[in-house]
């Protein structure tokens, strides 16, 4: 049976859209608000409806012979932090929700993906300055 998987909005996104929850989907961002992983966040991977259960990239636990398992999370434990609008069905059940309230909403731009190249140069940057700190204690250290 298809169970409607609802997650409550954060305050940020119930002043935005006027709506307390919405169903989650895989893409959106969500942090646990409650249970044993209180705190940590992320992507969602995964949404069984048949078991109820979110499964969230970074949230995992150890199977018996070593292995990490995604973690499933009852949507209650989950609040949205950062909706997935790019299904067009998506933004118009928000636009047709917060119409209700008198709330104009507008199509949110996509976010550009920085491409390959330059995901390889901002790490080569951030590298760098690692190994010129690491030249400057031993430097030190040789003074000394």
Do not use: W
């Not at 909706?83 to 731009?109: C, H, M, W, Y």
């Amino acid at each position: 049976m298809y169970r409607k998987m609802e997650v409550s909005l954060s305050k940020d996104l119930r002043k935005k859209y006027g709506i307390r929850s919405f169903p989650v989907i895989k893409g959106d961002v969500v942090k646990v608000i409650s249970g044993s992983k209180k705190g940590e966040g992320g992507k969602v991977a995964e949404v069984d409806h048949a078991s109820g259960l979110v499964v969230v990239e970074g949230i995992t636990i150890a199977k018996a012979d070593g292995k990490q398992k995604g973690f499933g999370i009852q949507p209650e434990k989950l609040q949205i932090t950062h909706l997935d609008l790019s299904r067009g069905d998506r933004f118009d059940k928000i636009k047709t929700l917060a119409a209700r309230k008198n709330i104009v909403v507008e199509k949110p731009e996509p976010e550009p993906e920085p491409k390959q190249e330059e995901k390889a140069e901002t790490q080569k940057e951030q590298e760098a300055p690692v190994a010129e700190e690491k030249s400057e204690v031993e430097e030190d250290d040789k003074q000394n």
